[in-house]
T-cell receptor, first 113, second 111 residues
Framework: DTAVSQTPKYLVTQMGNDKSIKCEQN?????MYWYKQDSKKFLKIMFSYNNKELIINETVPNRFSPKSPDKAHLNLHINSLELGDSAVYFCASSQDRRGAEQYFGPGTRLTVT | KQEVTQIPAALSVPEGENLVLNCSFT??????LQWFRQDPGKGLTSLLLIQSSQREQTSGRLNASLDKSSGRSTLYIAASQPGDSATYLC??????????FGAGTTVTVRA
């Protein structure tokens, strides 16, 4: 069984569109994360939720809006997509917010044309 | 701001050689440090998690050390195999629980 899953795996869209990426974890973890990995492979945290509460919100354009309907799901909605949004987006989860081991999803490769 | 540096950026070794991967961080007020492996086109797989109070962690052929005062961690992989070829990332969690990743070391083990 997949512990942390993301859909879709690939997403190709045009500038100006709005798109969503979904993430689900079946590990019973309290904390979930969104990361962005750019073309240079550098991984940066974007958001973190703990029990549906936003606890980390890094410097991310407000075109990006996370939503956590329950603690097993954390979705990422992106408005007015730009070329610079092209990257691989990873979802992750951990047992708690304080520093438990993180488990990553397979990633969603977003290409904006 | 926590900055995490991994040296070297790339490493190529013959099979059987031991690997030494370095990670340095600028702020020693850390909560823990985690080493990951990333295969091309895949997500990250956790290898080892070292709490700030620990000096090292071991799992099979992998050993990670942590020297908080000097801002360094080292991942040792003994008797490397071609299957160890991947990018290895270290991530530092600060006391405010925010995370910073290094850019990674890409390892190639030649058969």
């Amino acid at each position: 069984d997949t512990a942390v899953s993301q859909t879709p795996k690939y997403l190709v869209t045009q500038m100006g569109n709005d798109k969503s990426i979904k993430c689900e974890q079946n590990l019973g973890h309290d904390t979930m994360y969104w990361y962005k990995q750019d073309s240079k492979k550098f991984l940066k945290i974007m958001f973190s939720y703990n029990n549906k509460e936003l606890i980390i919100n890094e410097t991310v354009p407000n075109r990006f809006s996370p939503k956590s309907p329950d603690k097993a799901h954390l979705n990422l909605h992106i408005n007015s997509l730009e070329l610079g949004d092209s990257a691989v987006y990873f979802c992750a989860s951990s047992q708690d917010r304080r520093g438990a081991e993180q488990y990553f999803g397979p990633g969603t490769r977003l290409t904006v044309t | 701001k926590q900055e995490v540096t991994q040296i070297p950026a790339a490493l190529s070794v013959p099979e059987g050689e031991n690997l030494v991967l370095n990670c340095s961080f600028t702020d020693s007020a850390i909560y823990n440090l985690q080493w990951f492996r990333q295969d091309p086109g895949k997500g990250l797989t956790s290898l080892l998690l070292i709490q700030s109070s620990q000096r090292e962690q071991t799992s099979g052929r992998l050993n990670a050390s942590l020297d908080k005062s000097s801002g360094r961690s080292t991942l040792y992989i003994a008797a490397s195999q071609p299957g160890d070829s991947a990018t290895y990332l270290c991530a530092v969690r600060r006391n405010d629980y925010k995370l910073s990743f290094g850019a990674g070391t890409t390892v190639t083990v030649r058969a």
